[in-house]
């Protein structure tokens, strides 16, 4: 059992923002977000940082009930940042009800994170084909049973359901199932944000009114 105050106290012993970490200058900023964030996705690419694509995607279903995960981000356009999964998944069920979501990056190596938050589309069949036929194999076959959160009798089911996705795609390479979902978020807000050792956090903000609207920009407190 653990002592009173155990957990607590090694917490805090644990170091944060140890560095060396980024520097950022937010006056010498562009005016628009797009090419900060691909400047930064870069740094942290050269830097090594692992899985610097892996970002947090939280939706929230209809009552406003909130949920987060881990996916990686599958491309970045003038329209927006693009993540795909399937449309039945939780997170797809939520984004059919209410879609709208935010994002987050965090490369803790440099002290940075990057925040968005604004509106989703499901992409068209088109674009969601040309996703899914795009995977890697073993990405195909998890895809196509599309069973993501429903229960599970044993582990077992996840091993034969798997050979025969892989079986029916060996068959048939050009496969995509009906409930595959690709999906771009357009961000009305995005927040650049840089730690300082001493706690004196960079945080800039570009907000717009809606996805047509040029962006503005602001200093927050940290």
Do not use: C
């Amino acid at each position: 059992m653990t002592e009173q105050g155990g957990i607590r106290d090694m917490l805090r012993g644990l170091r944060v923002f140890a560095g060396p970490i980024g520097e950022f200058d937010p006056a010498k900023a562009p005016q628009d977000p797009v090419g900060l964030f691909v400047e930064w996705l870069g740094e942290a690419i050269e830097a090594g940082v692992h899985e610097p694509h892996a970002m947090t995607v939280a939706t929230a279903d209809a009552d406003g009930t909130p949920s987060a995960r881990i996916l990686i981000l599958k491309d970045l356009t003038p329209q927006g940042w693009w993540f795909a999964t399937t449309t039945t998944s939780l997170k797809g069920l939520e984004l059919a009800v209410n879609p709208q979501a935010a994002l987050l990056f965090f490369w803790g190596p440099q002290g940075r994170q990057v925040r968005l938050r604004g509106p989703v589309e499901l992409a068209g069949p088109e674009e969601r084909a040309a996703d899914f036929t795009a995977r890697p194999l073993e990405g195909r076959v998890a895809g196509l049973h599309g069973r993501q959160s429903q229960p599970l009798d044993s582990l077992e089911s996840i091993h034969s359901t798997a050979e025969e996705s892989r079986a029916r795609l060996e068959a048939e390479p050009d496969l995509v199932p009906d409930n595959w979902g690709l999906y771009r978020l357009a961000p009305t807000e995005i927040e650049f944000w840089q730690a300082d050792p001493d706690r004196r956090h960079t945080r800039l903000r570009y907000r717009r009114e809606d996805t047509a609207a040029p962006w503005g920009r602001e200093l927050l407190w940290p």
